[in-house]
Nanobody
């Protein structure tokens, strides 16, 4: 079965950094674009970043452009999200998603607060 295990979240101060990881299994990882989504309290799940199958192209939400970087290691079946210059508005549970598949892991909590 598809399994997605997000990790790396935590509590950081504004301006800080975190690196999230998503370890995937149960599907051919290298055949799927991978995305990071987030869901903040009281808000809909939001697409944050997407990376193509071999990492040649990336897309970012305007709110994170220039601060976040998505990358992948197909040999490790893992997608990453490097988050710099974090803001309180980045506080959310972060999830990874393969392509258009409707499978969700438990996510990892990111809290940005002073």
């Amino acid at each position: 079965q598809v399994q997605l295990v997000e990790s790396g979240g935590g509590l950081v101060q504004p301006g800080g950094s975190l690196r999230l990881s998503c370890a995937a299994s149960g599907f051919t990882f290298s055949s799927y674009a991978m995305s990071w989504y987030r869901q903040a309290p009281g808000k809909e799940r939001e697409l944050v970043a997407t990376i193509t199958t071999i990492g040649g192209m990336t897309n970012y939400a305007d709110s994170v452009k220039g601060r976040f970087t998505i990358s992948r290691d197909n040999a490790k079946n893992t997608v990453y999200l490097q988050m710099n210059s974090l803001k309180p508005e980045d506080t959310a549970v972060y999830y990874c998603r393969p392509g258009r598949l409707h499978y969700w892991g438990q996510g990892t909590q990111v809290t940005v607060s002073s």
